[in-house]
């Protein structure tokens, strides 16, 4: 199922289950210099222009016109109140504990696009969102850390608006790469968060160097070069792989919280993100089951990439259960 260790597309997977994991301790890092609206700021300004850098040699097309309400909307969630939110959740929340909380978002996306998008609700989806929502209670009220507070049920507010992102970033994935889609989005949500520029301008006067590097490391890696290797990693893997490795974030986030800012997880929390993890394993059973990797549906129906991924396979796989930081 999996690609050898040594080809591209293996580096490209495991490369971005990394950066998505190291962006919750970097996140961490951060606050502490720059505050949430700093940060907040300054990571989505850094990746914007990073991602706007190399669009003319990726191939990302300007957006139509008639997409821009669905470009804005995805914008304002999935980048402005995502990062506002899970900066604001981990000024009390352990990054590791954070992680787990996340992992829930493709519940959301998924009962979004039941309720909007036609999509069939079935019997599996709704007991392994049930799960996985369980899951994320025993994590909020686990005595570890950051125990039951205001923050963790932020940290759960970042997780539904990451849903709302993929919810709607779908419709647009019908006609755009998964690359296009988060350049459009990123840029969308660095001018939502204007209103942030002037506390970032002060904070960032201020603020020491470790706050300022990991602002930087935050844009460039995790959200700008994850977006583009995780794009080229998902238009040339099987579906299963893809979403399977993802499900690595929570864990890899809880090692590198505990290397870097030596955050010991409770065992309540460990359980309880297993439990939420084994709730969109569940509900994501069944898109593997409906269709094959490597389908191509009528022409017409769906666009093309230039690697021969159709957009609407990215589209499956961006809700497969992805837990970014």
């Known amino acids: 199922m999996f690609p050898r260790?040594?080809?591209?597309?293996?580096?490209?997977?495991?490369?971005?289950?990394?950066?998505?994991?190291?962006?919750?301790?970097?996140?961490?890092?951060?606050i502490d210099g720059l505050g949430v609206a700093g940060l907040s700021f300054l990571r989505l300004v850094v990746a914007a222009l990073a991602l706007t850098l190399v669009a003319p040699f990726t191939g990302v097309r300007l957006p139509r016109r008639r997409d821009l309400p669905m470009v804005a909307l995805s914008g304002a969630t999935g980048m402005t109140a995502?990062?506002?939110?899970?900066?604001?959740?981990?000024v009390h929340v352990a990054a590791g504990t954070a992680s787990l909380l996340i992992s829930v978002a493709p519940?959301?996306?998924?009962?979004?696009?039941?309720?909007?998008?036609?999509e069939r609700l079935t019997g599996r989806i709704v007991v392994g969102s049930v799960i996985a929502l369980g899951g994320a209670a025993i994590v909020s009220l686990a005595e570890g850390t950051s125990g039951f507070t205001v923050s963790s049920l932020v940290v759960l507010a970042?997780?539904?608006?990451?849903?709302?992102?993929?919810f709607s970033s779908k419709p647009l994935l019908r006609h755009y790469t998964g690359l296009e889609v988060a350049t459009y989005a990123m840029v969308a949500g660095t001018v939502f968060a204007l209103p942030l520029a002037p506390a970032t301008w002060h904070a960032a006067a201020h603020a020491p160097a470790d706050a300022l590097v990991s602002a930087l490391y935050l844009g460039l890696?995790?959200?700008?070069?994850g977006f583009v290797i995780w794009a080229y990693a998902v238009a040339r893997l099987p579906l299963a792989a893809a979403t399977a490795a993802l499900y690595l974030v929570p864990p890899v986030a809880l090692a590198v919280s505990f290397v870097w800012l030596g955050e010991v997880p409770h065992a309540i929390e460990v359980a309880?993100?297993?439990?939420?993890?084994?709730?969109?394993?569940?509900?994501?059973?069944?898109?593997?089951?409906?269709?094959s990797p490597g389908t191509l549906r009528s022409p017409g129906t769906a666009a093309l990439d230039?690697?021969?991924?159709?957009?609407?396979d990215q589209g499956d796989r961006s809700q497969q259960g992805a837990v970014r930081a």
């Open 5 to 30: 260790v040594a080809s591209p597309r293996f580096l490209a997977l495991a490369g971005t289950v990394v950066l998505w994991a190291s962006a919750f301790p970097a996140i961490r890092v951060g």
């Open 82 to 90: 995502y990062q506002v939110l899970l900066n604001w959740g981990e």
């Open 107 to 118: 519940v959301f996306s998924v009962l979004l696009g039941t309720a909007f998008l036609g």
């Open 158 to 166: 970042a997780a539904v608006v990451q849903g709302v992102y993929h």
């Open 221 to 225: 890696l995790p959200s700008a070069l």
């Open 272 to 291: 309880g993100g297993a439990v939420s993890v084994a709730g969109v394993v569940l509900i994501n059973r069944r898109t593997a089951a409906r269709r």
């Open 306 to 312: 230039t690697s021969g991924a159709t957009a609407d």
